[in-house]
């Protein structure tokens, strides 16, 4: 880190992390607000700030009361664990299947995750000898409704948890081909579940396709979605067909190997 970044640090920020780590450390017993003032060299009341702060969004936990009151780690860090391990895991399996993907498509192929209510690309592999560079770059987060890969993962995601991320992200018009009515989207996404593949037909960019499938874990979880992009030109219906057909025999591959139930890569 260079000493201009370094004076964007904040040191709120940085105590609570020194107080996460006490608290890993520390173990199931926990530890007093006490202890942890004096750990981290600043007053109680600065102290239990943070720990109010870290409460309210579950990174940390608190039994018993008054002096005797104890702080130990909270759930929402597990999840945030298993986040992080299945995004590690999918994007190193995912990628020597990319590899493969795009050199039988030609195309640039990429892995994308939810991060509710967006996607988000963690993996890509560029076509070869291609002169153009799609702007896919690793950590956007893209519309779910208007990319291949985001309606690849709506159309296996629980209707509930659907009409929960519409209702938070919109249906944002990106060009004069993005679905930007309710009931055309979930038409749409009828037809994804039942051929096991999206298309982005220039809804999110004008003159680009995607095609896209979604990605299961052992548990039968849609845990991503792999895609192509090209240039549309004058692409022939029955090549998006077979790109979809090929996206999706590779979705189950990545699929199989996160361990997924056969009936889950049967839905892919």
Avoid at 80 to 89: C, H, N
Avoid at 188 to 209: K, T
Wanted: proline share 3%; glycine share 8%.
């Amino acid at each position: 880190m260079t000493a201009t970044e370094d004076r964007y640090r904040v040191q709120s920020v940085e105590r609570a992390f020194v107080l996460l780590e006490a608290l890993a450390e520390a173990g199931p017993e926990g530890m007093t607000l006490s202890d942890l003032a004096r750990l981290l060299g600043i007053s109680k009341s600065s102290a239990y700030a943070i720990l109010q702060t870290l409460l309210a969004g579950g990174f940390v936990a608190d039994s018993g009361s008054g002096m005797s009151r104890r702080y130990r780690l909270g759930m929402a860090l597990a999840r945030l664990g298993d986040v992080v391990v299945s995004q590690i895991a999918l994007r190193d399996v995912a990628m020597t299947v990319m590899r493969d993907l795009t050199r039988e498509t030609g195309l640039t192929s990429r892995v994308a995750v939810l991060d509710e209510p967006y996607a988000v690309v963690i993996a890509r592999v560029d076509a070869p000898h291609s002169t153009v560079r799609f702007t896919a770059n690793l950590g956007k987060r893209e519309h779910l409704h208007c990319s291949a890969v985001g309606k690849a993962m709506l159309a296996a995601l629980p209707e509930t948890t659907v009409h929960e991320i519409l209702a938070t992200a919109g249906l944002p018009e990106k060009t004069a081909y993005t679905i930007t009515e309710a009931p055309a989207l979930h038409a749409d996404l009828a037809s994804v579940e039942q051929r096991g593949y999206a298309i982005d037909d220039e809804e999110d960019n004008e003159g680009v396709f995607c095609v896209g499938s979604a990605i299961f874990d052992h548990t039968a979880r849609c845990v991503g979605a792999v895609s192509v992009t090209g240039l549309k030109l004058d692409l022939p219906a029955w090549r998006v067909d077979q790109l979809g057909q090929t996206v999706r025999d590779h979705a189950a591959q990545i699929s199989t190997l996160l361990g997924a139930p056969a009936t889950a890569e049967a839905a892919v």
